[in-house]
């Protein structure tokens, strides 16, 4: 194997065929820190307030591949994000959220409902949930950057989707702070406490 790339065996269904092949991936493009995903997973937690610090680009840049790379439904790629730095825009966030928390870094998640894989029987579609992966491959990459993050739904999607004149077809999903933690910044003591498997997982 050579230094600095992974190895990963994909299978993707492709009109009803399925095709195999190896995926080389480049970690120094995609970003891999001293963590383990073991490691990534428990030590997320929901950054509440933010240093002055702001997020290196070419560690953004490394979230924003990381939630590129995510899958989607018949690998529509409905979604798009929206990275919200200026002044001017993250007082618009200010407007529509109390949660940003002071962070330097603004992600907001949306996705084209005019594009997405309807379930059969049609009572529900893919947007939700692929932009929903998207995101969650970008919180998860930035811990592993050493960037912390806060998922935000604690919004009017109707009201954001007004304040920041999004095109007609879009759907706003939420946001996700992303920067450094003050100094004083406490995690709250609930963040990592979670039901037992044996009152979330059936085996059938």
Not at 110 to 134: C, L, M, Q
Not at 185 to 202: A, F, G, M, Q, Y
């Amino acid at each position: 194997m050579r230094e600095n790339v992974y190895w990963f065996f994909i299978c993707q269904n492709i009109t009803n065929k399925y095709k195999c092949g190896i995926l080389l991936l480049d970690s120094k493009k995609f970003g891999r820190n001293n963590m383990d995903f073991e490691e990534v997973i428990k030590n997320r937690y929901s950054c509440k307030k933010y240093s002055d610090k702001k997020v290196e680009k070419e560690k953004l840049d490394k979230i924003l591949e990381a939630g590129r790379l995510a899958p989607t439904a018949k690998n529509l790629q409905e979604y798009h994000i929206y990275v919200i730095q200026s002044e001017k825009n993250l007082k618009k966030v200010d407007e529509v959220t109390p949660c940003r928390y002071g962070a330097s870094t603004v992600l907001l998640v949306t996705y084209d409902k005019t594009n997405v894989f309807t379930y059969p029987g049609g009572s529900r579609d893919s947007g939700i949930e692929d932009a929903t992966i998207v995101a969650t491959h970008m919180m998860l990459a930035a811990k592993n950057q050493g960037v912390e993050s806060c998922w935000i739904n604690f919004l009017d999607p109707d009201i954001t989707h007004k304040k920041f004149r999004l095109p007609a077809k879009e759907e706003v999903l939420m946001m996700l702070d992303l920067g450094y933690p003050a100094e004083d910044c406490e995690i709250n003591p609930l963040h990592d406490k979670r039901k037992d498997l044996s009152e979330t997982v059936t085996f059938i």
